[in-house]
C-alpha cells in the first residue's frame, strides 16, 4: 500500500477506473467519450461520481455506465479493499488524487499515464526498503561456514 497525493486530469482518472473495473467489457464507444464514467455500489468495491449533470446509460454487470459533466470529485475503492483514491477537481478537468494504492493499481496509474513506469519501480523499491527498516526483526549476523577439510573429517 502506499499513500498517493497528486494532480492528474480528469482523463487519466477516468482511464484508471477504467482500467480497474470494467476494460474487458465496456463498450468501444463508451471507451472513446471522455463524459462516460463507470460507477458501481456494493460489497465488491464502488465508484461513485459526483457531478453537475449526471445521467445513467447502461447497466452492464455491477458497472453502471454514466455521463457525467462538470465532474466535482469521484470517490474509489477497489474490490479488495485494498486501493481508496478520491479525486477532487481544482479548476476544469485538473484535480487533485489521493489516497492509498496498492501495488495492482500503480500498475493500473501507470497505464493511465498519471504515473509513470519508472514512478512505480521507484515507489516499490522505496516501500520494499521501508518494510525491510521497519518490519525487521534485528538478527545477529550469520556466522560464516568453516570449510571441511579431510583433516577434520578423520
Request: hydrophobic content about 35%.
Amino acid at each position: 500500500m502506499v499513500e498517493l497525493d497528486l494532480t492528474c486530469n480528469l482523463e487519466g482518472f477516468r482511464r484508471f477506473l477504467i482500467n480497474s473495473t470494467c476494460r474487458s467489457f465496456i463498450p468501444e464507444s463508451y471507451l472513446r467519450d471522455p463524459e462516460v464514467f463507470p460507477e458501481k455500489q456494493g460489497d465488491q468495491g464502488s465508484i461513485y461520481v459526483e457531478a453537475v449533470d449526471k445521467v445513467d446509460l447502461k447497466k452492464m454487470r455491477d458497472v453502471t455506465f454514466i455521463n457525467a459533466r462538470d465532474v466535482l470529485g469521484i470517490i474509489y475503492t477497489s474490490k479488495s479493499g485494498n486501493t481508496k483514491l478520491k479525486w477532487r477537481q481544482l479548476r476544469g478537468r485538473i484535480g487533485r488524487m489521493s489516497g492509498d494504492a496498492s501495488a495492482n493499481s500503480l500498475v493500473n496509474l501507470s497505464m493511465a499515464r498519471i504515473i509513470s513506469p519508472e514512478d512505480v519501480e521507484a515507489i516499490m523499491a522505496n516501500q520494499t526498503g521501508q518494510e525491510e527498516v521497519e518490519g525487521a526483526p534485528e538478527q545477529p549476523p550469520a556466522q560464516e561456514a568453516q570449510p571441511q577439510t579431510d583433516a577434520a573429517q578423520e
